[in-house]
């Protein structure tokens, strides 16, 4: 036996075979594989952007109940600074002579005692500011302030809260009560 009649009695490997034979078979096969990997990875990226989402909305929930419950503990504390603050102008009051420098002194005091505030202060039934930091020598009157004339009309309105227009770098609410 020569070594030509060998070969030729062995048949071809099957890859050889299908491609010689039938070429578009091969190529629409290896199309098919391609869409069905480029299936799974769109179906994966939807999978994962349902999941990024959902995980963004939990965390936007808990950091949105943090500074609710952020802003009502200040707002809270500010109530009842002010509440203790009315008390003993109140008092004081109800005394024989209202000591105007112990009052606007508990009001430094009281202020420096909370952490966001940056002053308090204290005004007379007419709306001139007679408490509280820096009031000796100015002469400031607050009876044409809405917040003013909301409380004098309603005094058992509690407290209130407006806001000033934005300021450069800071934003400014002011409570009364």
């Known amino acids: 036996m020569d070594s030509t009649s060998s070969n030729l009695a062995q048949p071809a490997p099957v890859a050889t075979r299908i491609a010689d034979a039938h070429p578009s078979r091969l190529y629409a096969a290896v199309f098919a594989i391609c869409l069905m990997i480029l299936a799974a990875g769109a179906f994966e990226i939807v999978q994962l952007r349902a999941s990024v989402s959902d995980r963004i909305q939990g965390k936007t929930k808990n950091i949105a109940i943090s500074v609710t419950q952020t802003m009502d503990g200040l707002i809270d504390m500010m109530d009842v600074a002010l509440l203790a603050s009315v008390d003993v102008v109140a008092h004081s009051r109800n005394s024989k002579a209202p000591d105007q420098f112990a009052i606007s002194q508990y009001l430094v005091d009281q202020a420096s005692r909370l952490p966001h505030v940056a002053y308090l202060r204290g005004t007379d039934p007419s709306g001139n500011i007679v408490y509280g930091p820096g009031v000796a020598g100015t002469a400031v009157n607050l009876s044409d302030r809405e917040f ?28 009364q009560q």
Request: charge should be positive.
């Open 148 to 175: 003013f004339i909301k409380l004098r009309d309603n005094t058992g309105l509690g407290l209130y809260m407006s806001t000033a227009p934005f300021t450069w770098k800071n934003w400014n609410t002011f409570f």
